[in-house]
């Protein structure tokens, strides 16, 4: 448990240098510090017994995100997935280095290689669990700023994608977060549609 808390403490480190603050609680936080223990809070709600790599996986799956942002790649679907999959290798490579540093095996490096690339999803449960909750952590904290200033076929369309890669355990969950109003009413529209 110690070598998985300096692990944690070093990722937590590294993204408490965003400079990319949000308010969560009346206070604010670098944003991907929030994020990383955000997702790692709902990977224990959903697998209370959770692996040491999945757990490892979870704090570090946005490491350091802001260092490579959206405008690095043109402002189309191509350009999306180009920075996406930068973004996954980047996160990959960066969370290896620190886990090495701390002392993990090689075969703890590369699960949470594996889960951070999403090579297994969906046939993996644990990978199942993290896009669970990286599905979740989107609908809980970042679906209602998207729904604000985006088209709403848009949303819906989001809405949509989020629902196909969750598991029906999932579903329900996302069932009962404490949305509002106008962002419960899109996702009932997406899965009317």
Not at 24 to 35: C, K, Q, T, V, W
Not at 52 to 71: D, F, K, S, T, Y
Not at 100 to 116: K, S
Request: overall charge positive; proline content about 6%.
């Amino acid at each position: 448990m110690e070598r998985l808390q300096k692990a944690l403490a070093r990722f937590d480190a590294e993204n408490a240098r965003d400079p990319n603050m949000e308010i969560a609680d009346g206070a604010g936080y670098p944003r991907e510090l929030l994020y990383a223990r955000r997702l790692t809070e709902w990977v224990l709600k959903l697998a209370p017994e959770a692996s040491e790599g999945l757990l490892l996986a979870a704090r570090c799956q946005h490491l350091c995100r802001w260092m490579i942002p959206r405008e690095t790649q043109p402002m189309n679907r191509p350009g999306y997935l180009r920075w996406r999959n930068e973004l996954k290798e980047f996160h990959a490579r960066r969370s290896a280095e620190i886990l090495r540093e701390v002392g993990y095996p090689e075969e703890i490096i590369e699960q949470v290689r594996a889960l951070n690339l999403k090579r297994h999803f969906p046939e993996d449960p644990e990978s199942r669990v993290l896009e669970d909750a990286l599905c979740l952590v989107f609908l809980e904290f970042q679906f209602a700023d998207l729904a604000a200033k985006t088209p709403q076929a848009k949303v819906i369309n989001a809405a949509k994608k989020t629902w196909q890669k969750m598991s029906p355990a999932a579903r329900e969950r996302a069932l009962a977060l404490p949305l509002g109003k106008k962002e419960r009413e899109l996702i009932e529209r997406a899965l009317r549609d």
